[in-house]
């Protein structure tokens, strides 16, 4: 069956992701309690965590009388500079990287969000989306709350704000209400406060340092400020960290956990911990999985960089097929203000990625790769091998086909837009130009990852973008203020 390559798959300039089609990283949080350097620390905290956000980045720091925050779009270490650190006091801080989905990509909602209230100073800063925060909003705009940005995030400062009870209660309260995938850092200049959602979509860990409290999105932002890591944050778990020390408390009892399994599969660092299991060990698992379901005779393995080479380790391991660099990625290309015509667009994609000539040449190739979304990728990687001269091209996936949005903070697209959710498995080939297609089974995958939770329900991972079976309601009724097409990141 042939198919014309026309359509949103094929639309070579679209999206804000240029001419590639990988999903967009999240949002990454990082705080520290009782820190006298707090804005260095956080610093470098939000540098580990840059590729889960790239458009803006902000920090709060307090003193224990007043606010010090700085935010503007940009990269961290465009946004602060040694000067502005210096300028930053205080021992506790909450700093913030977002990629922005839901809310505007533009400076009013870049976090941490600070606020006046009758109680004092309020900072909040998230990664994650809160499905039902449309429906909130307009309640409260009808009690007569102003909101001053387009994020889902600055809806639980108003709730907090509207409160008459003291800060942690009120935080329970208003944590209570809201439906979604969240990890939030909220800091007065007495407290902070930690909470993940009922579920534990979204990461959030807990390090010390000394007598300091860190909490991060990842493992690997607590080595980076030599933190040792202390715990993952129970869904539905609220942690409240004070001059007296910190205490655990419920805003919710557990419900299903549901872990994102994309944070596996590609979004946190290869040096991360989740569930107890190191990121670089699962994909690598799921790389060997991949290869006892779908073998194929080849002559090289080698993955698509960055997030796909421990898969492409792991296949190549367990198949004995030799392991080569046949893709090279530039680290430097960074964003451009140019609209380049169609020839120079697609120039830019060999700037980010080229293929190894001398590598792949003469070869039959194993590509693995992480995830197929549009297809616009795969296809445009399967032709820059075949042009350096490989044989042939049979692209291995290491993960399940992307079928439904996600609506817990992942900017994916429509379902109509998503390639898996409309083609079969040999029509994807075709279309993106394979000798052959294959993807890791779901069952392989929670298999692979296993972890503390592989023997609760679908191994404590969040799967709906494979099997549509969302952990929460979604709101997507007209009354609630989400369509169907909602989809987007509350940070």
Do not use: W
Not at 395 to 402: E, G, K, T, V
Not at 418 to 445: K, N, P, R, W, Y
Not at 457 to 486: M, V
């Amino acid at each position: 069956m042939s198919h014309e390559v026309t359509g949103a798959y094929y639309n070579e300039g679209s999206g804000k992701d240029g001419p590639f089609d990988r999903l967009k990283e999240e949002c990454g949080v990082f705080g520290v309690f009782g820190y006298e350097e707090a804005a260095s620390m956080v610093y470098y905290g939000l540098h580990t965590l840059q590729h889960r956000g790239e458009e803006s980045a902000g920090m709060c720091t307090s003193d224990g009388q007043s606010f010090h925050y700085h935010r503007e779009m940009g990269l961290v270490k465009e946004v602060f500079d040694a000067n502005r650190l210096q300028e930053m006091r205080g021992d506790r801080a909450i700093g913030h990287v977002r990629y922005s989905t839901s809310g505007d990509s533009r400076l009013a909602n870049a976090q941490p969000l600070v606020f006046k209230t009758r109680d004092g100073d309020l900072a909040v800063a998230t990664n994650g989306n809160i499905v039902n925060a449309p429906k909130i909003r307009h309640e409260l705009e009808k009690k007569g709350s102003i909101f001053q940005t387009t994020s889902d995030t600055e809806v639980i400062a108003h709730l907090i704000a509207r409160s008459e009870h003291d800060l942690v209660r009120a935080a329970k309260e208003a944590l209570s209400e809201l439906v979604g995938g969240f990890a939030f850092l909220i800091m007065t200049n007495d407290k902070l406060l930690a909470a993940s959602d009922p579920n534990g979509l979204r990461p959030l860990v807990l390090g010390r340092l000394g007598d300091s409290y860190v909490f991060a999105s990842e493992s690997c932002a607590l080595e980076a400020v030599g933190a040792e890591m202390v715990r993952a944050l129970e869904p539905g778990e609220l942690l409240i960290v004070d001059a007296l020390g910190h205490r655990s408390e419920r805003f919710t009892p557990l419900q299903r956990r549901a872990l994102c399994a994309m944070e596996f599969i590609y979004f946190s660092r290869p040096d991360s911990q989740l569930h107890d299991v190191n990121l670089h060990t699962a994909r690598k698992r799921m790389g060997m999985q991949l290869a006892r379901e779908a073998f194929v005779e080849a002559d090289i393995v080698s993955g698509v960089p960055d997030s796909s080479i421990s898969a492409a380790i792991g296949y190549a391991e367990l198949t004995g097929i030799p392991y080569e660099m046949g893709l090279i990625k530039s680290k430097y290309t960074g964003r451009t203000f140019i609209q380049p015509s169609q020839a120079l667009r697609e120039q830019g994609v060999k700037m980010k990625l080229s293929a190894v000539r001398s590598v792949v040449e003469g070869k039959r190739v194993v590509l693995i790769d992480d995830s197929v979304v549009r297809g616009t990728t795969s296809r445009r990687i399967v032709r820059m091998l075949r042009e350096a001269g490989a044989l042939e091209v049979h692209l291995r996936i290491a993960s399940p086909p992307f079928k439904h949005p996600c609506f817990y903070g992942i900017d994916t697209p429509r379902s109509e837009d998503l390639i898996a959710s409309s083609h079969t498995v040999e029509e994807m080939c075709e279309l993106v130009g394979a000798d052959s297609l294959a993807f890791l089974s779901q069952d392989g995958m929670i298999e692979a990852i296993g972890g503390a939770f592989a023997e609760e329900s679908k191994g404590g991972l969040c799967l709906a973008c494979f099997d549509q079976e969302y952990p929460t309601n979604l709101y997507t009724d007209a009354a609630a203020g989400a369509g169907n097409e909602r989809t987007g990141c509350g940070c």
